[in-house]
């Protein structure tokens, strides 16, 4: 068997929450008079939340203080976790909770790679904070992705060599990672499209022909 562990990033792999995102960004670029909008919202997947608002700040950083900087990302981050209070199970698919299912029933290690530090939340919100083998999350990283720290930890948590751990990423940024951290990645979504993961997934299922 190739792969002993399989790593998903959570926003847009296991669940979607680019709405809530894009709501909570959305209200803050209103405040301070800032255009974003969805293709905005797009170029913040994968990444930490300073290093979102620095690219929703644009030319304008300099206008703002740290302390200023830091307040709006709290702000940003209150209004997203109000969001994420109407998350149930529903919010799960019931096509990747069977494709996990038979993952596991294969042997394989399952755990979590996301840069947020809402995942535990998240998780909690949809029925699953019990059921990966190991988190890796922004709570216990120092760098975001395209850094590979957080699938290194992922690894190191689960006691599998990085070349036997297989990425499931959404985002650009997320491929990146992978790649420097010597793991082989499937790509699905907008990712998909952009030819730089090993695998290129159509639907979430299709991670079986791989594991």
Known sequence: MKYQAVIFDLDGVICST?????????????EIGVHFDETA???????????SLEIL???????????????????KN???????????????????????????ARGIKIAIGSSSKNAQ???????????????SD???????????????????????EPQF???VEDSKAGVKAAAA???DCAAIGAAARDGLATYDLNHFSDLLLYV
């Open 138 to 160: 922004g709570t216990n990283i120092i760098r975001s992705k395209p850094d590979p720290e957080v699938f290194l930890k992922a690894s190191d948590y689960l006691g599998i």
């Open 57 to 75: 700040l644009g030319s304008r950083s300099g206008e703002f203080s740290e302390e200023a900087k830091k307040e709006l990302a709290e702000r």
């Open 165 to 167: 751990c297989l990425v």
């Open 41 to 51: 919202n797009n170029r913040l997947r994968g990444i930490g939340r300073m290093e």
């Open 78 to 104: 209150t209004l997203y976790r109000d969001l994420l209070k109407n998350m149930s199970a529903q919010d799960l698919s019931p096509d990747v909770k069977k494709t996990m299912d038979l993952i596991k």
């Open 181 to 183: 951290a010597h793991m």
């Open 18 to 30: 680019d709405h809530s995102h894009y709501l909570a960004w959305k209200e803050i670029a209103e």
């Open 121 to 135: 939340l998240i998780l909690k919100q949809i029925g699953l904070e019990n059921y990966f083998d190991a988190i």
